[in-house]
């Protein structure tokens, strides 16, 4: 059965320029100068740089409408002043770096090289082995990552040989080959587990008591050593703790990643670019924002005669009128990009500098201990914005600080009372956590329990639980494996 009922309800949609606008707000210096020449390549009546003096002075009266039957367009239906700046210097184009155009450009040249893979190809050419042989070894070297470790089964490997390059080699071939491939630089590259790859790098040392203890450990007792049970290495090998001691010494001396030491890899390097930067002046912050969020943009002066000479046209054929719509079109895309540009300089400075004000204690001092806890909320009231234009700021914007650049949005944290009733802010309580494990004994670490405890004798009173959430975060292990001897 059909039924009809009248149904009211509210809603709130965003125009497709305000989704435009947030999404220029969310992008960083780097994306943000690709989206600007993305709009310089697609819209013609938008131009970059300083703009020459325009010498049309005629102004039109009201908005182009499009020619819908036989009317005749005139030019008065255009007002390029809507479209145009006047001879006053917009404010946007005060921001932008004062460099001249003759200074030296600021960039990072790349140096060119080769991949760890071809590194180490280039080692096994060198090496006098049968063609069969080294047909396997290319193979092998294929199969190392990054890391400088064979991930996979030796047998996965030998089936591999057969499908894919038609090598027909037994498991053992491929392990006497692989013997091979380990012996290249850097020590330790073909492994397949880690304790295989820190006794490799131990056998091409000169053999001494400790190191021969050392490889002894790692060949029968690494479970043991992971797991940091001293007192058991002790008993079973009938040795000192001080001789312990030398041979764990020896031990983290190595390279747990063998691939990583090689210098020569094309890894694309990312470069962070602050989107603002804050200073002290006498006692006092001072901030301001990255001149590349501050192109200096204009219309096209093309266009700008294209106008003339249409308005000064006694016939108005039907090309011409296409072709104003066609300018029309693309001077309301220029206008809007260029107001949307301000817009986002602004958005962005007055966010900034309502953290900045928040949190200045921190900013002057560099104390982590003196962050205030901070949540979006805070600062869209303070500054009058929606929450998640506040977010899109701080996801994804850098800060260059006295101490460091840091992403934005370290400074939010969640707050808890302390024993006087203070909001004290969680980043206050991890960096309290860090020194207290940072400088305990470390023969007997402390337990998360014992943690806890230290904390709540400080006005700290938060549960075990708690304590090892924020240890994780800090990326500090449980007490067990943070044992030394």
């Known amino acids: 059965m059909l039924k009809q009922h009248l149904q009211f309800k509210l809603s709130q949609k965003l125009s497709p320029q305000q989704i435009q606008l947030m999404k220029l707000i969310q992008l960083p210096t780097q994306a943000f100068e690709q989206r600007l020449k993305q709009e310089l390549e697609e819209n013609p009546a938008l131009e970059s740089g300083k703009e020459e003096k325009s010498t049309l002075e005629d102004e039109f009266e009201s908005d182009f409408e499009a020619d819908t039957g036989n009317e005749e367009i005139t030019a008065e239906d255009i007002n390029i002043d809507d479209y145009l700046s006047d001879d006053e210097v917009p404010d946007y184009r005060t921001q932008a770096n004062n460099y001249s155009p003759d200074d030296d450009e600021k960039t990072i040249p790349y140096a060119a090289g080769i991949s760890f893979n ?55 071939d491929v392990a006497r080959v692989l013997k091979i491939v380990q012996e290249l630089d850097p020590p330790g590259v073909g492994a397949r587990t880690l304790d295989e790859c820190l006794i490799i790098q131990l056998k091409r040392k000169e053999i001494t008591p400790s190191i021969e203890l050392a490889i002894d450990i ?122 949307a540009i301000k817009q986002r300089q602004q958005t962005l400075y007055i966010t900034m500098n309502s953290i900045m004000q928040y949190q200045k204690d921190y900013f002057l001092t560099g104390d982590e201990r003196k962050l205030r806890p901070m949540i979006l909320k805070d600062i869209a009231d303070d500054i009058n914005m929606d929450v998640s234009t506040v977010s899109r700021v701080a996801n994804s914007k850098y800060v260059d600080t006295p101490y460091g650049t840091k992403l934005i949005k370290e400074y939010f944290s969640e707050s808890m009372k302390n024993t006087e009733g203070e909001d004290v802010s969680t980043k206050e309580i991890k960096k309290i956590l860090e020194t207290v494990i940072g400088n305990e004994e470390k023969k007997k670490p402390l337990t998360d329990d014992k943690l806890a405890g230290l904390l709540k004798e400080k006005g700290y009173p938060i549960a075990r639980r708690t304590v090892a959430k924020y240890r994780e975060q800090l990326g500090i292990p449980v007490a067990r494996l943070r044992k030394q001897i």
């Open 118 to 172: 071809q590194y180490l190809l280039n080692q096994l050419n060198t090496l006098y082995i049968s063609d069969s042989d080294w047909a396997i070894a290319e193979f092998l070297v294929g199969s190392i990552d990054e890391s400088g470790y064979i991930r996979r089964p030796l047998s996965d490997i030998a089936d591999d040989l057969a499908f894919t390059q038609n090598i027909y080699a037994e498991e053992k």
């Open 218 to 339: 790692l060949e029968k007792s690494f479970d043991h050593f992971i797991k940091k049970h001293y007192s058991k290495l002790i008993q079973k090998y009938s040795i000192s703790e001080e001789e312990l001691k030398e041979a764990i010494t020896e031990i983290e001396k190595l390279n747990p990643k063998p691939g990583g030491s090689y210098a020569g890899n094309n890894k694309m390097v990312e470069h962070i670019v602050p989107d603002f930067a804050i200073k002290i002046a006498d006692g006092n912050l001072e901030l301001t924002l990255n001149g590349r969020n501050a192109p200096e943009l204009h219309v096209s002066n093309e266009y700008n005669n294209m106008l003339a000479g249409y308005k000064n046209s006694k016939t108005k054929s039907k090309t011409q009128k296409d072709a104003v719509m066609f300018i029309k079109q693309k001077l309301d895309a220029a206008k809007w990009f260029i107001d």
